[in-house]
């Protein structure tokens, strides 16, 4: 690992770090994600450190004195470091606050817990125990052991007998408002909610591809030339751009 | 049934279409309550007619003619009718302006769909069947009838092997937003999201009294002087004098 000293590092420049897996410069988690994409929705200079799983205590512990568990995502700002994805944006939209994310903090905060708990959660059986498969190999091997420890069971016996049904009714709850008031999820225009899902979508896409499409069809426009309310939602913001190619290192 | 003549009723006092229950003058659907809390916060003038469950139809059918099953609340302003709470609340926006519970009409929508569906919804066996015990005797009956068609199942059955702890997780979404973000709901001030929780909580404090009460202490504030978080919250809400006896007729 080779993190950057942040003495010298540019100042303007924020240093993002960020989850290893397998495929080089490519991002998977959705905490990680919705670090990301505020990044780059607010064109905020930064430059990306990849941390396997392992390795995150040992460089990053420091920013988390009192955690069980060190966490990313971590950015680093001048002589700042900011933990958590909420924290994070929080500290974006301080800091860069064109084009704002929180125009509504309250609701972001809400919508970002509704995402996190309720919503990740009905299908989080289908979905987490696949982390293994994308992740690097000492990434994949930490990831395995620490999470069979927490379940006490085999990650592939974790989803057994559940399905990607038991999205629907917290997911219906989205599709329902975007219908009557999108085209995004606050209304006119993109705000952090809107990141935040699609920031568990690219995860779902990363981990179980076939799921996910069933995921994005699940609620049909009730225009029958549209596409379905989640998937025509999903690629309109992820056309905006703010999923972008990370350049080679 | 006695329904005012609305071309002599005052132009300016709302009828208002309530679910009898057995105690008279008293509301206890959690979809009424929506629409009479957001009249009292309004302080709209209007009267309540009370409708047992086999009258809904032949009095107020009209209302909504493409409707499989005719529901409360409905509302009659000089020649209009408006039937949903959620149009009701609208409506009165439009009409009651001053003081708004709409400022973001968007956000309350989405609150309301996860209200109904998800939070409720979790717990929705465990009070749901409790109904029965306290309508009107017709009311009772014809509740338990349709009901038990509807789940193919004795009402008593229902709700067996569930506990009231299943509302921890959709309720938490609540609760920690409230500790970061309150005192209500959006913020600083009352909006229908507050209005609608309550009319939830007053639902299920009428149905079934204990399990409420174990809700209601679900999540310890953290400042130990003072009441749990969504009891504090709960208190200041009817504090405001948004529930009010409905004078005897």
């Not at 000293?5 to 290893?20: E, Q, R, S």
């Not at 379940?151 to 007998?161: S, T």
Request: net charge negative.
């Amino acid at each position: 690992m080779s993190a950057p000293n942040p003495t010298t590092a540019d100042p303007g420049t924020v240093i993002f770090y960020d989850l290893k897996c397998a495929t080089p410069n490519t991002c998977w988690s959705p905490h990680c994600w919705k670090a990301r994409l505020a990044l780059q929705y607010k064109h905020v200079p930064f430059r990306t450190v990849w941390v396997s799983y392992p390795d995150i205590k040992p460089l990053l512990g420091h920013t988390q004195p009192e955690a069980k568990t060190v966490t990313l995502p971590v950015i680093q700002h001048g002589q700042t470091w900011v933990f958590d994805s909420w924290e994070i944006v929080r500290y974006l939209e301080a800091h860069f606050p064109t084009p704002s994310l929180l125009p509504n903090p309250q609701s972001a905060h809400f919508f970002k817990l509704y995402n996190d708990t309720v919503l990740v959660e009905s299908v989080w059986n289908l979905f987490a125990p696949r982390v293994a498969n994308i992740l690097d190999e000492r990434g994949k091997v930490f990831f395995v052991r620490t999470r069979e420890e927490d379940l006490g069971m085999k990650l592939e016996d974790v989803g057994r007998g559940e399905t990607v049904d038991q999205i629907r009714r917290p997911l219906g709850v989205v599709a329902r408002n975007l219908a009557q008031f999108g085209p995004y999820l606050a209304g006119e225009e993109v705000t952090y909610p809107d990141l935040v899902l699609l920031s568990t979508l690219l995860w779902f896409q990363r981990a179980n591809p076939v799921d996910t499409e069933t995921i994005l069809d699940m609620f049909p426009s009730s225009n029958v030339s549209r596409a379905p309310i989640v998937r025509e939602w999903f690629d309109r913001v992820k056309g905006l751009g703010v999923v972008q190619e990370e350049p080679a290192e």
